[in-house]
């Protein structure tokens, strides 16, 4: 089966209230249309990037972690 290239930026559910998408949800979706790289990038926090990481190798996917961090000075 081919493999598809998606270049896209996800953030997860506590992405600071940017998304409501389910990872495992989104995962089995990436798995149905092979899609080989997801790149989560989530802002302000990486608390699920540990609860992602085992789909990784089940999957067969490869994963990209990024964060957007902002800071504001008192």
Known sequence: MEKNRAELSVHTK????????????????????????IAF???????DFANIAPYEKRLGVKFVYGVKVCFKQN
Request: net charge negative.
């Open 14 to 37: 506590l992405s600071d209230e940017l998304s409501v998408l389910e990872t495992p949800t989104l995962l089995e979706a990436s798995a149905e249309h092979c899609i080989s790289t």
């Open 41 to 47: 990038t989530n802002f302000n926090n990486v608390q």
